[in-house]
């Protein structure tokens, strides 16, 4: 008996493919950065953000990004913590994904409705 394989293929090579998810993950959090800038501080004016930038310079980029403080990292705790709660205390069926080419195969728990509701109902 002879065994077809199955060829992956994609669109795109793998190198455009990496690029890509580079430059996403690494260009999108300080473009949203500059347009909430650009958008509270500077009146929506694209041409007084680039006066700015073009006057300050790398730093003046630098001091455009929002501090980390205690409170955010408090909301992001309190946040993590109930949405491991909710995954351990809602009840729902086993689902087992497929098995991946090393041996493995993830284990979810299907928990349906509850868990789009109810963060929905505690505003999370």
């Given amino acids: ?42 009146d929506g ?18 001091n455009l990004w929002p501090k980390p403080t205690l409170l955010s990292f408090q909301i992001i705790a309190v946040y993590a913590v109930f949405e491991a709660t909710l995954q351990l205390l ?13 041996g493995n195969r993830p284990v979810y728990k299907c928990e349906r409705s509850c868990s789009s509701n109810l963060p929905v109902a505690f505003g999370a």
């Fill in 45 to 62: 004016s694209i041409l007084k953000t680039f006066d700015y930038l073009n006057n300050n310079g790398l730093q003046g980029f630098v």
């Fill in 90 to 102: 809602l009840p729902g069926e086993t689902v087992y994904g497929p098995i991946s080419p090393t």
């Fill in 1 to 42: 008996m002879v065994e077809s394989k199955k060829k992956t293929e994609t669109v795109h090579s793998p190198l455009v493919t990496y690029a890509s998810m580079i430059s996403l993950l690494t260009l999108a959090p300080p473009f949203v950065n500059l347009l909430w800038y650009t958008m509270t501080a500077m």
